[in-house]
């Protein structure tokens, strides 16, 4: 183990599951297709559980309603797009990823604003009282489904994908679909951003000491409140880009959407460990990783599986991989 | 007059209003209404154990209901509509519950309410997921159908006249339906029973004990994750039960009537809306919710008509939208009702 935790530890993880992937696949077009779109949709899963993982590291609030922020913004992305439904066709690359800025700026916009309502009103009041907590939130869920469900009704949405993320590209035999690739870079970009923030940063500094300890740093003299909002904020705005991404990567979306992420963005963070972004990241290749493999191998144990994975983690390491809070 | 005196008073008497409802209200909507209050009232009782007494929040609850739900309804269609089917059924289901609830307590009952909370949802979505998933065994989406022991059938006659039809008293029937209300009130009496005498026992103390202070209940030489396991296994079984005696009236099973998570929010707001941790107001709770359920979609339907010239309001007031309306009240009665109905009750009178 000491020497296991010394070259990365825990982190090898998701190559120990490619490994073991390709040997039981066999075909090495197919691990790569599956590896491909495993780790594309780590990324996105990511970006939506990051702002739920640090909102708990540093203030303790576990918001039940997080997923609702997936949802709009998907919802936001999708309306987006289909407004500018005649630059998304068009050959230009220029109107595609203007069209596409537009959508996943909506979603972020929406998001971030959504996440000041919830903090300031739903969450703001039952601070430290867990059981209300979770309570009130998911009261809060309830209530943006049912608006989401107003708004857009409960048919299926179709999500137009912009002209230039069409399509795949050939390398071998196996197909790789564009917009994977696309979503795998845009989100390695945010994860290359939030980990300069947290840790270039002395906003980051800061965030990082109040996950740790957050009496000391409000002791010394800092306002822990008005970073926590902006934390609250920039989680939402996360979690809402991560559900526009979600949107186009799967083109038809319902409002069942919202629930179905929560299942494995709480996968994630418990498999993950809370209040780290290299944890949430973790938890969430492998679970991305675990679904596609197994989703090849044995269609019918996909969600199955990420609960097995979860309950051996568990069993093995109770506060998940890489926790940044020591939980009490 | 003492504040547990009326709250007791107005619960005794649900249950005595649920005791004469097919005299009462002879109307098949009606004893729908009764016998579904009667499940619930069990449901949420046990959840109240749970949540109210011992401090875990779960959600999983329906999952058990679901489970004892299934067990009935798997046995009487592979099997027979007999009683002795019937008991495997219930068995299994019971089994079940209680396996996966040791399971799921012994891994994370020791971390933090929050981390239970959450893997109680995941392990619920899972089983709706596999429950719509195997169809074969479960029927899927569309739930299973099947027939009940031959004394809760509508044709059998229960008592005679004189000329052999059915007898009337008072202008009721005295055929199978009515023994299968019989049947669901005395099973959800006798379960409300043995949850009050649970929580009236010492074990019930320790629960309390462990709410207010877990450090010191572990302090004074109580195994806090041994309780804990304990009684979320309490609760899963009385859940099952509770979903057995709901199958067997149903005569249905399908993932909407047991399993779905609509349900788990109509249980986490009767305990709310009810009072967490009086027991008695799980009555109350849940009586509210079902009646609401059954007579708030018919008034929101009158609002939406009567505002359809309106932009937006006809589609918040539309009666498929109630859950909307229901969140809200939630979220208020969490803020500013914590304690519920029966709660408040106990306090404003302790007050005085």
Known sequence: MGMLDRFGGVFWLPVILAIIAFVLIGAPSSWLTLTVAGLSMGLMIFLMASGLSLVFGLMDVLNFGHSAFVSFGAFVAASVLAYFGGWLGSDSILLNSLALVFAIAAAVVFGAALGWFFERVIVKPVYSDHLRQILITMGALIVAEQLILATWGGSPVNVPRPHFLEGAIIVGNSSLEVYRLFAFCLGALVYGGLFVLLNRTRMGLLIRAGVENREMVEALGFKIDRLFIGVFMLGSALAAMGGAMWAGYETIITPALGAEMMVIVFIVVIIGGLGSIQGTLLGAIVVALMQNYVGFLAPKLALASNMILMMVILLWRPYGLAPAVKIK | ?352
């Open chain 2, 1 to 352: 007059m003492n504040g547990k005196i009326t709250v007791k008073i107005i619960a005794l008497s649900i249950w005595g209003l649920l005791l004469f409802s097919p005299f009462l209200f002879q109307d098949v909507r009606q004893i729908e209404v009764a016998a579904r209050i009667a499940v619930f009232i069990v449901l949420v009782a046990s959840y109240d154990l749970l949540i109210g007494y011992t401090g875990i929040v779960s959600f999983a609850h329906t999952m058990f209901f679901g489970f004892g739900a299934y067990g009935v309804a798997i046995a009487m269609k592979q099997g027979d509509s007999t009683w002795g089917y019937w008991m495997v059924g219930v068995l299994a289901g019971v089994l079940v519950s209680a396996i996966v609830a040791v399971l799921i307590g012994l891994l994370s009952l020791r971390v933090k309410a929050i981390f239970f909370a959450m893997i109680t949802l995941a392990a619920a979505s899972v089983a709706l997921v596999l429950a719509s998933q195997l169809s074969s065994f479960t029927g899927g989406e569309d739930g299973i159908t099947y027939s009940v022991q031959s004394i809760f059938k509508p044709a059998t006659k229960l008592l005679t006249d004189d000329e052999g039809k059915v007898l009337r008293i008072m202008d009721v029937r005295m055929n199978g339906k009515i023994a299968a209300y019989y049947f669901v009130f005395i099973s959800c009496a006798v379960l409300f029973w043995a949850m009050l005498r649970i929580v009236a026992s010492p074990l019930g103390t320790v629960l309390q004990a462990i709410r207010e202070n877990e450090a010191r209940a572990e302090g004074i030489g109580y195994r806090v994750v041994a309780y804990r396991t304990a009684v979320f296994v309490i609760a899963a079984t009385a859940a099952a039960l509770a979903g057995a005696v709901y199958a067997t009236w149903l005569k249905y099973t399908g993932p909407d009537t047991t399993l779905s998570f609509a349900i788990m929010i109509d249980i986490l707001l009767m305990v709310v809306i009810g009072g967490m941790g009086t027991m008695w107001g799980a009555v109350i709770g849940a009586t509210l919710m079902v009646m609401a359920q059954y007579y708030l979609r018919d008034l929101m339907e009158v609002a939406a008509n009567a505002t359809e010239a309106l932009p937006l309001l006809p589609d918040l007031l539309s009666p498929d939208r109630w859950l909307l309306w229901l969140g809200i009240i939630f979220i208020l009665l969490v803020y500013f009702f914590p304690a519920g109905i029966a709660g408040t009750i106990i306090q404003r009178r302790a007050v005085k």
